[in-house]
């Protein structure tokens, strides 16, 4: 037996080292860029007109840019009378919301930090969601249980779930990421990176059949490239600018009914997008009987089964984006229209 540390094991194990280190520092070098959030509520005490400020909750965020802008879950700063935010150094500044999406659980916060101070921050790097695949290596940084940047690990478990509304108490959520990499209260908001430390997603929720609220090695996270746009609208507008079609939308059972995929437009508004491109909604005819109107099938060349593939092709347009979209008419006829898309004013407060 060779004693530890003799020539051949070291040999043995170098490469496996190496290897380790390469996919690890990557990862370390982005912990700077995250911080910890303390959401801090007003209350009136107990028989008394005296207001104390108190700690309600606190989560995780990573540095967008150099200027201070602190992304997170809307979650962890929800009903927050004060935002805290602690850098990797334990210096704590204020931080004000600059915008944020409750619907899909985003929310951008701005430091309120010297220059200086500002200047010698490091934010992230932001990398792509599009492409990942099932068994890839990921890693968490947040600051689970009020232990401040840690970093777990394990691999993409699954891809495109689905969260329903409540989850975490949070909203419903899309095509979220699916990993084992070990989630608790406090990482939300932080960011699951790859194994070249670029960001992927925002580590959103748990799953909880105990309701302990620890890990149970389901987590799951939102996808960067469906946060990215959101941001850049925070940053620009204050708000998240959501595109529209002016449409309403039948219940998905009418299609199933039928057997028939895709999206049947209920109504359709006059003076909208939809009603200019000529869409037609489901009415009655003179004898009472249901005349279906018009089925989405596509967005710009990507398939529409459900509600949900509708509103994702929709995540990638703006306002002002003029789209196609692939109908069958009179639940036969396909045809193909063309809509420019009007904004939709996006509710920032609860």
Known sequence: MSPLGSPRLTAVFAPIVHQHEATVLPTCLHMPAVVNIANIATK?????????????????????????????????????????????????????LVGGDPSRDIAVLQLDAPPASL?????????????????QKVYAIGNPFGLDHTLTSGIISGLNRELGAGTNNGPSLRNVIQTDAAINPGNSGGPLLDSKGRLIGINTAIADPTGK???????????IDACRGLVDQILTYGRVVRPMLGITLAPPQALRQLGLSGVLV??????G????????????????RVVLGDVIVGVNGRKVANEGDLFDALDSCK?????RLDILSGGRTKASLSIVLAERAARVTE
């Open 273 to 288: 997008p939809a009603d200019a491109a000529g869409v037609k909604g489901t009415m009655r005819d003179g004898f009472g």
């Open 213 to 223: 609220g620890a890990s149970s090695g389901i987590g799951f996270a939102i996808p």
């Open 266 to 271: 209920l109504d359709v508004p006059p003076g």
């Open 44 to 96: 009136r005490a107990y028989l008394s007109t005296d207001l104390l400020r108190l700690p309600q909750g606190q989560g995780s965020g990573f540095l967008w840019d150099d200027q201070g802008h602190v992304v997170t879950n809307y979650h962890v700063i929800r009903g927050a009378s004060e935002v805290r935010v602690t850098l990797i150094d334990q210096s704590v500044y204020s931080a004000r």
């Open 319 to 323: 306002v002002g984006d003029e789209v």
């Open 119 to 135: 200047a010698a921050l490091k934010a992230v790097e932001v990398g792509k969601s599009s492409g990942l695949a099932v068994g």
